[in-house]
Nanobody
Framework: VQLVESGGGLVQPGGSLRLSCAAS????????MAWFRQAPGKEREWVSAASWNNVNTYYADSVKGRFTISRDNAKNSVYLQMNSLIPDDTAVYYC??????????????????WGQGTQVTVSS
């Protein structure tokens, strides 16, 4: 099993980034996919999730209206479009998979597979 994130980097406040996560080694289309983030000295925080059937998406209040999760089951990939970034969004971002055919979970210990993370830094 592999989850490989990409797309992180340094961006100014108000800017945008698009994170990607490429999955392999499991039946992607039957797994909930989520994004988490972890800032230095803080616990890992759930950010967003997309249901396995691509019908439902969910967001933490802190990112609602600014971030958009999407997935392409044909490409075994999940994305996180991040707009209107603020310094508090600075963190390592991880994609995670839970399944098969599970329901929404926001606790990191409930997820089966994890990527290695990609750093997002929002700073002027």
């Amino acid at each position: 099993v592999q989850l490989v994130e990409s797309g992180g980097g340094l961006v100014q406040p108000g800017g945008s980034l698009r994170l990607s996560c490429a999955a392999s080694g499991f039946t992607f289309s039957s797994y909930y996919m989520a994004w988490f983030r972890q800032a230095p000295g803080k616990e890992r925080e759930w950010v967003s999730a997309a249901s396995w059937n691509n019908v439902n998406t969910y967001y933490a209040d802190s990112v609602k209206g600014r971030f958009t999760i999407s997935r392409d089951n044909a490409k075994n990939s999940v994305y996180l479009q991040m707009n209107s970034l603020i310094p508090d969004d600075t963190a390592v971002y991880y994609c995670a998979a839970d399944g098969p055919f599970s329901t929404l979970k926001i606790r990191p210990e409930r997820y089966d597979y994890w990527g290695q993370g990609t750093q997002v830094t929002v700073s002027s």
